[in-house]
């Protein structure tokens, strides 16, 4: 199938990346959110980008503006997916969410229109049956920055056909991604089975107050010549998305370690509007961060 239509998901930090990416190699995008004030805070999200895009792709005047035409906005959901080729879900970490968002869409995109979840953590096969249409359910997922760090993974589940599969990697190949195939369902795919460990590992050290952040990504900056430690790949995440990971693990292994960690993320940074590089302070302050200093690995 030639994708003409994609409908992206939710307007979050790699929503808003996702659709602007997909608009600027020419395809016509539609941008959901739940309300008018999340697509407000899209659209800025999106005309943001437009520094990056020039330093990092060398984009023109012209190019994004008219990647920023082919970008419609809307909270009406039935109106995002009518015409829909492609919807993208990017929407929160929470399983509840996701399962009601997709028996929602699957009675009202065409017949044809496939589904892909953008999830870092979950898997597939656990909403394929909300689709209702797990053969045309898979998952793609990129990594933040998308058009610098420009890895898009995909990966079935059991019930995915092959044909789906290869129209979503060609999909992702022809937005500027090197398309990364995962050939069976993992948590966390590649990246994230890599990453998490390190930032669950970080957030263990903070929480039991063994380091304070700076301390622990000093430590990985310098014994591994990392350009970030964990706690600054953490602002670029969001703390929001840690959260929620951080308050699903609590809940399902009652592990006291990851409930004070919940409550940590929760009443220090979240409640304080401290959400992570996006909002100009996470575990640090923007945009003149002490990591970036030289003198902070001395």
């Known amino acids: 199938m030639n994708y003409q239509h994609v409908t992206v998901a939710g307007g979050g930090v790699l929503g808003s990346q996702i659709a602007m990416q997909t608009a600027y190699f020419g395809y016509d995008v539609t941008l959901y959110d739940i309300s008018e004030e999340a697509i407000a805070q899209a659209k800025e999200r999106t005309a943001a980008l437009n520094e990056p895009y020039r330093q990092d792709l060398k984009a023109t005047d012209e190019q994004l503006q008219a990647a920023h035409e082919r970008l419609t906005y809307t909270s009406d959901l ?20 996701k399962v009601d968002f997709y028996k929602k869409i699957a009675t009202l995109a065409p017949e044809y229109t496939v589904f892909v979840t953008n999830t870092s953590t979950l898997l597939p096969s656990q909403f394929a049956e909300a689709t209702g249409r797990p053969e045309k359910f898979l998952a793609l997922h990129f990594a933040n920055h998308i058009w610098r760090n420009n890895t898009a993974e995909v990966m079935g589940h059991e019930g995915t056909e092959q044909k789906y599969f290869d129209e979503v990697v060609h999909f992702a190949q022809s937005i500027g991604m090197v398309a990364l195939p995962l050939y069976k369902e993992q948590p966390g795919y590649i990246l994230n089975s890599l990453l998490v460990p390190l930032l669950d590992a970080a ?3 903070y929480v039991n107050e063994v380091a304070d952040p700076e301390t622990i990504d000093k430590t990985w900056m310098i014994g591994t010549g990392a350009p970030l430690g964990p706690f600054a790949i953490l602002d670029i995440v969001g703390i929001k998305t840690a959260y929620n990971i951080v308050q699903m693990k609590a809940e399902a292994t009652k592990n ?32 003149n961060p002490s990591f970036a200093h030289p003198e902070f690995l001395k």
Not at 79 to 87: G, N, P
Not at 277 to 282: A, D, K, V
């Open 78 to 97: 039935a109106e995002a997916v009518k015409e829909a080729d492609l919807v993208i879900e990017a929407i929160p970490e929470v399983i509840t969410i």
């Open 203 to 205: 957030e263990m050290l």
């Open 256 to 287: 006291d370690n990851y409930i004070r960690l919940a409550q940590l993320l929760k009443e220090r940074y979240i409640d304080q509007g401290k959400l992570g590089r996006e909002t100009g302070e996470g575990f640090y302050k923007y945009p």
